[in-house]
């Protein structure tokens, strides 16, 4: 397995994957419709691919297995969608994308990670938890991360929260 930037040509296998990944809600009733909500689309993935922040891990045969896509707010770098397609999850995949999630803060000069994710499913908080991030209460989010946070709720999803993993 590598990691490498992602290229205009990986985006319909981005595309695949993030679809894929998300087969993981349709375990939760509640949250089964994420499972065929529409994921980041073509003119978001050539974004962040322009701003060098969309990183693919891929096989040795060249195999798209997950992705992580980033982008600078300040001094935070910011986790926008972390997916690894369906038949490789548990494989310590996304552990190695946050890995170099924390390579590309320290090369942009970021201080923190940060992240909204949804608190109580087990490969969302606590997942990210485990890897060390921090739930950030009311007082502690800051515009930016309340604005996405007010953005989530109008478009129906709930339970989510906000996560920090600090770098210095
Ligand atoms: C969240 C997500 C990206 C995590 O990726 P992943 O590759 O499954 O994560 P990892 O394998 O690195 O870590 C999962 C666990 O498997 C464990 N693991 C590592 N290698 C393993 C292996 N070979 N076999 C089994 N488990 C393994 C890890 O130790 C980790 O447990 P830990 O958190 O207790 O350390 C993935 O589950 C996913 O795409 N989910 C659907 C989309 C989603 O919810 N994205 C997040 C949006 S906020």
Known sequence: MRIRPALLADITQLMAIEQSAAQAFL????????????????????????????????????????????SLEGQALHVHELSVRSQSQGQGIGRQLLDQACAVAGQWGAVELTLTTFAQVHWNGPFYARYGFEV?????????????????????????????LPLV
Do not use: Y
């Open 27 to 70: 375990q939760l009733p509640e949250l089964a419709w994420l499972a065929s909500a529409e994921g980041l689309d073509e003119k978001a993935h050539e974004a962040f691919i322009a701003a060098n922040g969309s990183w693919l891990a891929e096989d040795n045969q060249g195999e798209a297995l997950g992705f992580v896509c980033l």
């Open 136 to 164: 950030l209460a009311e007082p502690q989010l800051g515009a930016r991360l309340q604005g996405i946070l007010a953005t989530e709720r109008a478009h129906g999803l709930s339970g989510r929260c906000a996560m920090r």
